[in-house]
């Protein structure tokens, strides 16, 4: 059975200078059985409702500026799944969780990027879930463990986000050997309470962990993580490491 994923997304030249996350991603979707297909929570779709993409051939947005042609040259040409969409809004309705598909919405960087990196011949048929990021971690819980059965149908789960994210905060020179102590201290604190299970420090983390405002000052890249955690259960860790002094390139996977 395919687990659920969470992944650290980065920046947007990820697609293009993929570091060493690029071939931890690789190794990670060669290591596992091919998916069906994979649904997608992302940091870049925040909603106040429950969302999903049910459009058949959705498009590559590039959602983002300041960037070289090169990167907006990209696409991820992957299908849509409509009656996959369809599927997750019934299962997640099961859950008591009300969501509509959305058939405009296209595939914005925190699902294309990582997905180019990781199945780059974009044939896997991909849906993205939409974050209510309004209502926090317990939240994308009951979400990921709504849609958990979808892994023992051989599709897989992945949410979008990143460990750390104060871009206000980062070096854009910095090498991937500086990290700052304070994104560090974070870091560890969160792996740690990962390992443990411990479910009253997670959703508390805003008060109870290291630097959490600092380094995340809103929330919406780490609620992707509670969404893989909701839809597995043994926290592994696939690869860590920072860039740009403070930015978390960790991948999580829960099985």
Not at 25 to 54: C, F, G, M, N, Y
Not at 118 to 146: C, K, T, W
Request: no cysteine; hydrophobic share 45%.
């Amino acid at each position: 059975m395919l687990p659920s994923l969470f992944i650290s997304h980065g920046s947007p030249m990820l697609a293009l200078e993929p570091g060493e996350s690029g071939p931890a991603l690789a190794r990670l979707a060669a290591a596992l059985p091919r998916p069906k297909a994979i649904v997608v929570v992302s940091a870049h779709w925040e909603s106040q409702d429950l969302r999903v993409t049910s459009h058949p051939t959705p498009k590559t947005w590039h959602d983002f500026g300041g960037f070289p042609p090169a990167l907006f040259a990209v696409q991820y040409p992957a299908p849509g799944a409509p009656a996959l969409a369809a599927q997750v809004v019934e299962q997640l309705g099961s859950a008591g969780l009300s969501a509509t598909l959305d058939p405009q919405r296209p595939f914005d960087h925190g699902a294309w990027v990582p997905l180019s990196l990781m199945y780059p011949q974009a044939d896997i048929p991909v849906v993205q879930v939409s974050l209510p990021s309004h209502l926090g971690p317990q939240f994308q819980e009951r979400v990921g463990s709504a849609l958990a059965a979808l892994r023992q149908d051989n599709i897989l789960l992945i949410g979008s986000g990143s460990i750390t994210h104060n871009l206000r905060e980062l070096s854009w020179h910095a090498g991937p050997e500086r990290v700052e102590p304070w994104a560090l201290a974070f870091r560890d604190w969160m792996v740690e309470k990962l390992a443990a299970g411990d479910d009253a420090a997670l959703h508390d983390y805003r008060h109870q962990a290291p630097f959490a405002v600092r380094n995340h000052p809103s929330d919406e890249h780490l609620l992707p993580l509670y969404f893989a955690r909701g839809a597995g259960e043994h926290f592994s860790i696939v690869h860590q490491g920072f860039t740009l002094g403070a930015l978390g390139m960790d991948i999580y996977r829960f099985d």
